[in-house]
């Protein structure tokens, strides 16, 4: 089975700080996708980013950016310059395989507060 | 607006009731799925469908169940309604990869 684990429940840095979020996957699939997505208290699921698993890149969206290790199946969000409004849930999800749109697995959420 | 549209938004109901939630996917998304949020819990997988058809099946409990009608958009039933089903629904829709696009969710309280 694929599972997605996230081993830290909460974190809290200050405002501009930079925080590393991490996540862990398990899958024998060697095509997928992983996702961070923001829920903030409004619960609204937001797509925060996203990482093609044959892209040796990582993924960057502005202040957003991820450190994919294959081997080691990691998939850790790092939060440059951080905001207030960064404050939220954040939830890691795979999916595999990319096609024919198959079902996406969370982990458990990293609860993230931004202090000012 | 995420194009994924959900109604209700809120949903206050008494045990032993039936309820159906509505979702309409993205222009062009073909497939729908339905998570379920309890309290501070992370999502769990009910069911996703494709072009009408049920395409997997997650932690769906028999009391539930779910369709999707030829202009593509589903509803989720829930029966016999228990307090433990209060939770917030999402239904997301997706094209054939990049992943989900979520509705703002029902928030269905049972008392």
């Known amino acids: 089975a694929q599972t997605v684990t996230q081993s830290q429940p909460e974190m809290s840095v200050q405002e501009a700080e930079t925080v590393t979020l991490s996540c862990t996957y398990d899958?024998?699939?060697?095509?997928?996708?992983l996702f961070w997505y923001k829920q903030p208290p409004s619960r609204q699921m937001i797509l925060v980013i996203r990482?093609?698993?044959?892209?040796?890149q990582n993924a960057t969206e502005n202040r957003f950016s991820v450190n994919f290790q294959k081997a080691a199946k990691s998939f850790s969000l790092k939060i440059s310059d951080s905001q207030l409004g960064d404050t939220a849930m954040y939830f890691c999800?795979?999916?595999?395989?990319?096609?024919?749109?198959?079902?996406?697995?969370f982990g458990q959420g990293t609860r993230l507060t931004i202090n000012p | 607006d995420s194009g994924v549209t959900q109604t209700p938004k809120h949903l206050i109901t008494a045990t032993g009731q039936r309820v159906t939630l509505r979702c309409s996917p993205r222009?062009?998304?073909?497939?729908v799925y339905w998570y379920q949020q309890s309290l501070d819990q992370g999502l769990q997988f009910l069911i996703q469908?494709?072009?009408?058809?049920?395409?997997a099946k997650g932690n769906i409990l028999e009391r539930f169940s779910a369709q999707q009608f030829p202009d593509l958009h589903s509803e989720l039933n829930l029966s016999s309604l228990e307090l433990g089903d209060s939770a917030l629904y999402f239904c997301?829709?997706?094209?054939?990869?990049?992943?989900?696009?979520f509705g703002s969710g029902t928030r269905l309280t049972v008392v």
């Open positions: 997301a829709s997706s094209s054939d990869s990049y992943g989900y696009t």
């Open positions: 899958t024998s699939e060697n095509n997928y996708y």
């Open positions: 990482q093609e698993a044959y892209k040796q």
């Open positions: 999800a795979f999916i595999s395989p990319p096609q024919g749109a198959q079902k996406l697995v």
């Open positions: 222009s062009g998304d073909l497939s």
């Open positions: 469908y494709y072009n009408g058809e049920e395409r």
